[in-house]
């Protein structure tokens, strides 16, 4: 993460009974505006850093645009504008269908699995390379290492693209962690990479409906957290054929849906 | 919460080398459409119940409606139908201008300080009761001792809501952090409670903007998590002068702004 996503504020710190004035850092976020030529599709609240790639994984995740359509990403501070390229329509029902006024976390309007489907995304291929689990449990030491902002902020999410023998191929960060899983695909969707087969991505934090299905979308087979998973993320996981790994740890994990793609000693 | 807030799901577990078919309790997260009349304006992903809370508090906090302004909300199981008060009509400016086609957590289209000033928000008053350290420092644990599910799911955000006297005043959880905030202050505007003056709202998890702007829209002088604030969080809570404190445990906190309001040995 790059200075502008770490400010410096003056707090009044309390430390087992002593009270200092003293500076501490947080997480900067700020809103990004995301359109299409003129048409704003949506405002997110993001840490900034890796906008085009924000607008791209977070147009392709939502269902708005398909790998190859986007011709070219134009940021300014808090501003991504994308073009199409040339002969692509943006067809309004697709937003309207994804997105028609949204709430907040999780959501933008795909109330459903169904939403998932009609987007045209098929079940996880099962015969992807398994993970052993020996890889599985070394991933959240990893990606703790490779965080620099998090231990000096303590707010902000990560998300990490690993080979299906350990490797981290790709890190992102961000103060909200679908931000975060949208740079990483959009990476991936700008580099042409899609799906991502035979990768695991591990995330901070709880997995929620969002993040199965921005992962679904990505083409990722397998998902692990640090944390809990939610109802929705189970069921949506359960549909897609998805690898749904929870309270990862270093001797510990949860396994929610498809559990052959682990194979370990245990087994 | 219900029992309906928790679904058990068959896992596998991993434990320290031993490999187990388990049950496990996850926390339910469903969609909640949330119309008025006949205009659908936000789908939020939420754990089922006080979904008319939920509706009322997610309407007046994004500044959709004003006190008052709701005569009935009726719920079924995914969906909420606000009906507003006779003579009350929906400006759709105010949807556009809040809303237009929103991403996810934490933003709902009101993009930055200036709108929560164009929803008619003041300065918070400096003249409130202040907090004692003391009371500050217990919450956490009575915030912990309050929660149901968390413990049990790993997977629930929660809110109390306390006196300046350290006594809660109302709890509510859900997946998503800004439901649970919702869901509080929507209590709160449904028995005509607004402003919540004298109180102070604790929060589990980070705050963003998003948390920081309802807490404003429903008049909280004083608002603390066990976790980080962003940035945006910082500069809102010091526009319209709130208390914020974050890391908050039993012999520590952070105040990022206006530590005039609270008070103890320390200083």
Not at 87 to 105: A, H, K, M, Q, W
């Given at each position: 993460?790059?200075?502008?996503?770490?400010?410096?504020?003056?707090?009044?710190?309390?430390?087992?009974?002593?009270?200092?004035?003293?500076?501490?850092?947080?997480?900067?976020?700020e809103?990004?505006?995301?359109?299409?030529?003129?048409?704003?599709?949506?405002?997110?609240?993001?840490?900034p850093?890796?906008d085009?790639?924000?607008?791209?994984?977070?147009?392709?995740?939502?269902?708005?645009?398909?790998?190859?359509?986007?011709?070219?990403?134009?940021c300014t501070r808090n501003t991504?504008?994308?073009?199409?390229?040339?002969?692509?329509?943006?067809?309004?029902?697709?937003?309207?269908?994804?997105?028609?006024?949204?709430?907040?976390?999780?959501?933008?309007?795909?109330?459903?699995?169904?939403?998932?489907?009609?987007?045209?995304?098929?079940?996880?291929?099962?015969?992807?390379?398994?993970?052993?689990?020996?890889?599985?449990?070394?991933?959240?030491?990893?990606?703790?290492?490779?965080?620099?902002?998090?231990?000096?902020?303590?707010?902000?999410?990560?998300?990490?693209?690993?080979?299906?023998?350990?490797?981290?191929?790709?890190?992102?960060?961000?103060?909200?962690?679908?931000?975060?899983?949208?740079?990483?695909?959009?990476?991936?969707?700008?580099?042409?990479?899609?799906?991502?087969?035979?990768?695991?991505?591990?995330?901070?934090?709880?997995?929620?409906?969002?993040?199965?299905?921005?992962?679904?979308?990505?083409?990722?087979?397998?998902?692990?957290?640090?944390?809990?998973?939610?109802?929705?993320?189970?069921?949506?996981?359960?549909?897609?054929?998805?690898?749904?790994?929870?309270?990862?740890?270093?001797?510990?994990?949860?396994?929610?849906?498809?559990?052959?793609?682990?194979?370990?000693?245990?087994?």
């Amino acid at each position: 993460m790059s200075a502008g996503s770490i400010l410096t504020v003056p707090i009044r710190r309390l430390t087992s009974g002593v009270l200092t004035e003293e500076q501490d850092l947080v997480a900067v976020e700020e809103p990004l505006q995301i359109s299409i030529g003129s048409r704003n599709i949506a405002i997110t609240m993001r840490t900034p850093g890796q906008d085009a790639e924000l607008a791209a994984g977070f147009l392709f995740t939502e269902g708005i645009v398909k790998p190859g359509e986007i011709e070219n990403i134009s940021c300014t501070r808090n501003t991504a504008v994308v073009t199409l390229a040339h002969g692509v329509e943006l067809d309004p029902t697709r937003i309207e269908r994804n997105f028609y006024v949204s709430s907040s976390c999780g959501v933008c309007g795909k109330a459903s699995i169904e939403a998932i489907e009609s987007a045209g995304c098929a079940t996880l291929p099962v015969d992807e390379p398994p993970v052993s689990e020996a890889v599985l449990l070394s991933l959240p030491a990893k990606l703790r290492e490779a965080q620099r902002v998090f231990d000096r902020t303590g707010g902000i999410h990560a998300c990490g693209l690993f080979s299906s023998s350990g490797e981290l191929v790709l890190l992102r960060e961000d103060v909200g962690r679908h931000n975060a899983v949208d740079k990483l695909i959009g990476r991936a969707y700008l580099d042409n990479l899609l799906p991502l087969s035979g990768k695991v991505l591990m995330v901070s934090g709880r997995t929620s409906f969002e993040l199965v299905q921005k992962s679904v979308m990505g083409g990722i087979a397998v998902l692990a957290s640090v944390g809990a998973p939610s109802s929705l993320a189970v069921k949506t996981a359960l549909r897609f054929g998805m690898t749904l790994v929870g309270f990862l740890n270093k001797d510990r994990y949860n396994i929610y849906t498809a559990p052959s793609r682990v194979i370990g000693e245990a087994v």
